[in-house]
C-alpha cells in the first residue's frame, strides 16, 4: 500500500530536549516537505526537498533541521525544542514535477513541548 | 508571490443541500490548484487538482470545481452533502519558482454538516 508513515505520531516532551519525528515514503517519490498546522493558519511549510541532498527552506524553517540522505526518508529535526514549536506535524511526497503533482501526506504527528 | 484566501472559515449546510466552499487566489501566471479534505486525526487526502487542462474539475466524493481566471476563483461545490462531508478542507495554490516549487495552503473552511 501507497503510503507515508510519521513517527512518532504523538510526542509530549520538554524544552530544549532534542527530538527527531521520521518520515518515511514507499512511492519512489522525489518530493518530500514538512508542515506544520496551527489553528485558524493552514499549512505552513517548513522545509522541502527536491531530492536526495536537496533540501530548501519553506516559510517557517527557524528551529527545525532536516536532511535528505537517502530518497525514501526525511527527518524533521528539533534541535532544541521551545513551546511555540508545539503544533500538529504533517510530512508529503509527490512524484517530481512542475508544481502539478498531488501530495500525499502522513496521518499527523502531534508534538507537545512543555 | 502566490497567495490563496478561503473566504469562510466555518460553512454550516443541512445534509441533502448544495456545498460552496470559496477560495481565491492570486498567481502571476497559469498556476495549479488543488482541494484537500483533512478528517479528524486523518491527514489531508486530495479531492481534486487543476492544472490548465479543463475548467471544471471533478473530484472524489461528489466534488467539483471550477477553474475562474477573470475572477481569480477556485470554488469547491457539491450538489448534495452528505454526514461524511463534515471535515476540513483546503485549497491549495502550487508557487512555481526556477526548478523547484511550493504549496501555499488557505487557512482552511470546516464544513459542517446538519441532519
Known amino acids: 500500500e501507497a503510503q507515508v508513515t510519521q513517527n512518532p505520531r504523538y510526542l509530549i516532551t520538554v524544552t530544549g530536549k532534542k527530538l527527531t519525528v521520521t518520515c518515511s515514503q514507499n512511492m519512489n517519490h522525489e518530493y518530500m516537505s514538512w508542515y506544520r498546522q496551527d489553528p485558524g493558519l493552514g499549512l505552513r511549510q517548513i522545509y522541502y526537498s527536491m531530492n536526495v541532498e536537496v533540501t530548501d527552506k519553506g516559510d517557517v524553517p527557524e528551529g527545525y533541521k532536516v536532511s535528505r540522505k537517502e530518497k525514501r526518508n526525511f527527518p524533521l529535526i528539533l534541535e532544541s525544542p521551545s513551546p511555540n514549536q508545539t503544533s500538529l506535524y504533517f510530512c508529503?511526497?509527490?512524484?517530481?514535477?512542475?508544481?502539478?503533482?498531488?501530495?500525499?501526506f502522513g496521518d499527523g504527528t502531534r508534538l507537545s513541548i512543555l | 508571490a502566490q497567495s490563496v484566501t478561503q473566504l469562510d472559515s466555518h460553512v454550516s449546510v443541512s445534509e441533502g443541500t448544495p456545498v460552496l466552499l470559496r477560495c481565491n487566489y492570486s498567481?502571476?501566471?497559469?498556476?495549479?490548484l488543488f482541494w484537500y479534505v483533512q478528517h479528524p486525526n486523518k491527514g489531508l487526502q486530495l479531492l481534486l487538482k487543476y492544472t490548465s487542462a479543463a475548467t471544471l474539475v471533478k473530484g472524489i466524493n461528489g466534488f467539483e470545481a471550477e477553474f475562474k481566471k477573470s475572477e481569480t476563483s477556485f470554488h469547491l461545490t457539491k450538489p448534495s452533502a452528505h454526514m461524511s462531508d463534515a471535515a476540513e478542507y483546503f485549497c491549495?495554490?502550487?508557487?512555481?519558482?526556477?526548478?523547484?516549487?511550493?504549496?501555499?495552503f488557505g487557512s482552511g473552511t470546516r464544513l459542517l454538516v446538519r441532519p
Open positions: 491549495v495554490v502550487s508557487d512555481q519558482r526556477d526548478s523547484s516549487y511550493k504549496l501555499i
Open positions: 508529503a511526497s509527490s512524484s517530481a514535477g512542475r508544481g502539478n503533482q498531488p501530495q500525499h
Open positions: 498567481s502571476s501566471y497559469s498556476p495549479s
